[in-house]
């Protein structure tokens, strides 16, 4: 069983285009969080959602909470978006303690 | 510059010979944690500590001891490694928020540890 599954596991876009990764969970959660991990290894965290929306530049990050789902949309695709997307949630009832998706591979082709 | 270091970046050893990859921030991090990057599994949570001498495990603890004696160190402790604990590591840390229940905000992550066991 994967308590977080994401959507497309691949994804291959042209420079400019608007891309969509979908990330779908299972279980209670007390916060979901998307993550960037860089060709080169390095790990960073983009968002941080228990509701709603939000926005840093072409990123934008949603949740519904009733539906159990979240999305990550990039504006205007740029080859240094080229990344692997995970998404991540921690457990209501232990806040503290994460499950990951195995990730959305992004390529975005100049 | 507020950064999370692990060492060592690289390591091959030998089954059942004793290693600790250390983790350290310097944020003043309440929250910290180990994860290990497996091809088709992705991510997997460890251990993770609220605080100094508090840890808990996560999804996959088997094999594996921590300790948090400081707040700003985490180290990871292989007493026996073997090769299913070949892997790539990554220490991470983060703020907490909540007056309710603390849970974790962002989360800062090291570069990594790839680790062989033969």
């Known amino acids: 069983k994967n308590e977080v599954e994401q959507s497309p596991q691949n994804l291959t876009a042209q420079e400019g285009e608007f891309i969509t990764i979908n990330c779908s969970y299972s279980?209670?959660?007390?916060?979901l969080h998307w993550l960037q991990q860089h060709p080169g290894g390095g790990i960073v965290s983009l968002f941080m959602?228990?509701?709603g929306k939000k926005k840093h530049g072409r990123l934008i990050a949603t949740i519904n909470i009733q539906e159990k789902h979240s999305s990550l949309h990039i504006t205007a695709s740029h080859p240094r978006d080229s990344a692997v997307y995970i998404c991540?949630?921690?457990?209501?009832?232990?806040?503290?303690?994460?499950?990951f998706g195995t990730g959305t591979s992004l390529t975005v082709i100049p | 510059e507020a950064q999370v270091t692990q060492n060592p970046r690289y390591l091959i050893t030998v089954t059942g010979k004793k290693l600790t990859v250390t983790c350290s921030q310097n944020?003043?991090?309440?929250?910290m944690s180990w994860y290990r990057q497996d091809p088709g599994l992705g991510l997997r949570q460890i251990y993770y500590?609220?605080?100094?001498?508090?840890?808990d495990k996560g999804d996959v603890p088997e094999g594996y001891k921590v300790s948090r004696k400081e707040k700003r160190n985490f180290p990871l402790i292989l007493e026996s490694p073997s090769p299913n604990q070949t892997s790539l590591y990554f220490c991470?840390?983060?703020?907490?928020?909540?007056?309710?229940?603390?849970?974790?905000?962002?989360?800062?992550f090291g570069p990594g540890t790839r680790l062989t066991v033969t």
């Open positions: 991470a840390s983060s703020s907490v928020l909540g007056l309710a229940g603390l849970r974790p905000y962002e989360q800062y």
């Open positions: 279980v209670g959660i007390s916060a």
């Open positions: 959602l228990s509701s």
């Open positions: 991540a949630v921690s457990l209501r009832n232990t806040g503290n303690q994460f499950y």
């Open positions: 944020m003043n991090h309440e929250y």
């Open positions: 500590s609220m605080n100094v001498e508090v840890t």
